[in-house]
């Protein structure tokens, strides 16, 4: 069974720092098998969304919302997935969530995904 967690959530003030981690298990990506993991987040009463990933070649993506920010980097030896965020501000308060799939078209799309880690929150104060 997959089991994602993420961790390394807290509350920062802007222009801060943080980073998080997702440790994925339950599964052997194993080269050719097509296993993608990517980060979203999520604000209360708005939908979930996508903040890029790694895809199945270990290539990374990162949206454009936080380009220059954040960045996404995977473990070359562990199913661990990294997300670097610098330069916090208000607007980055969210859930934030790693998920798994495979086969992953659009590493940003909700949909593509199959496995969902259960969040860790990240609060910005001003």
């Known amino acids: 069974q997959v089991q994602l967690v993420e961790s390394g959530g807290g509350s920062v003030q802007a222009g801060g720092s943080l980073r998080l981690s997702c440790v994925a298990s339950?599964?052997?990506?194993?080269?050719?098998?097509?296993?993608?993991m990517g980060w979203f987040r999520q604000i209360p009463g708005k939908e979930r969304e996508g903040l890029g990933g790694?895809?199945?070649?270990?290539?990374?993506s990162i949206a454009d919302s936080v380009k220059g920010r954040f960045t996404i980097s995977k473990d070359p030896g562990a199913e661990i997935l990294y997300l670097q965020m610098n330069n916090l501000k208000p607007e980055d308060s969210a859930v934030y969530y790693c998920?798994?799939?495979?086969?992953?078209?659009?590493?940003?799309?909700?949909?593509?995904?199959?496995?969902w880690g259960q969040g860790t929150q990240v609060s910005v104060s001003s």
């Open positions: 998920a798994v799939g495979r086969w992953i078209a659009d590493l940003f799309g909700v949909a593509e995904y199959n496995y």
């Open positions: 339950g599964y052997t990506n194993k080269r050719g098998s097509g296993y993608c």
């Open positions: 790694i895809d199945s070649y270990g290539a990374p």
